[in-house]
């Protein structure tokens, strides 16, 4: 009775632990010994559909399969992912100085100009480049990152828009569309030129 108890005690024990403590594999790492077959031989007077292979292995070199990325487990039976690593390329550092301004358009041919960096060190540089392309200017104080300018006679709204670590400079009419491409493109390349160093 004792020996029927230990062995179904030691039995439970091991199946809790679980076999990855023991080496087993699983077959998650089969696919590094792949091989092609050759296609089956069909009778030639036998009519077929034509057949292609759905899932061909490819060719590669032994080379490189010595310098591939290993993604087993520590004891090698397993496939196991890596850990991912953090991606700190699109950090804003507040306080830098942004970067040089761009002329694009979006997809709907509207001119803007793209500057990364922090928001507000960009709206300091906006301020700047407007101040110094003569463009007569008013900050509205209801709406941030806004300008009331007047070119060639008319009223127009020059905003900044923060997009993830990228801003755009877009000049609007007074119902928020977007202006004609023609003169929103040549107040932009004032700004553009007249951009602080």
């Not at 023991?22 to 089956?40: A, M, R, V, W």
């Not at 301004?101 to 960096?117: A, C, M």
Request: hydrophobic share 35%.
């Amino acid at each position: 009775m004792q020996l029927r108890l230990s062995l179904t005690l030691g039995l439970i024990a091991i199946s809790l632990v679980g076999c990855a403590r023991f080496g087993i594999g699983n077959g998650s790492l089969d696919y590094k010994h792949t091989q092609t077959l050759e296609p089956l031989q069909i009778p030639a007077d036998l009519q077929m559909r034509p057949q292609q292979s759905l899932y061909p292995a490819p060719k590669i070199d032994p080379k490189a399969l010595e310098q591939a990325p290993n993604f087993s487990n520590k004891h090698g039976n397993r496939f196991e992912m890596p850990r991912p690593t953090a991606d700190v390329s699109n950090v804003n550092i507040t306080g830098a100085a942004p970067s040089r301004p761009q002329l694009v358009t979006d997809g709907n041919g509207v001119p803007l100009i793209k500057v990364d960096g922090a928001t507000a060190e960009v709206w300091k540089y906006v301020i700047a480049a407007t101040s110094t392309s003569n463009i007569k200017a008013e900050q509205n104080s209801k709406v941030p990152y806004q300008l009331d300018v007047q070119y060639q006679e008319q009223a127009y709204r020059l905003r900044l828009t923060p997009t993830g670590s990228s801003n755009t400079v877009g000049i609007y009419d007074a119902n928020g569309n977007f202006i004609d491409a023609k003169i929103a493109t040549e107040l932009l390349s004032l700004i553009y030129q007249n951009w602080p160093a």
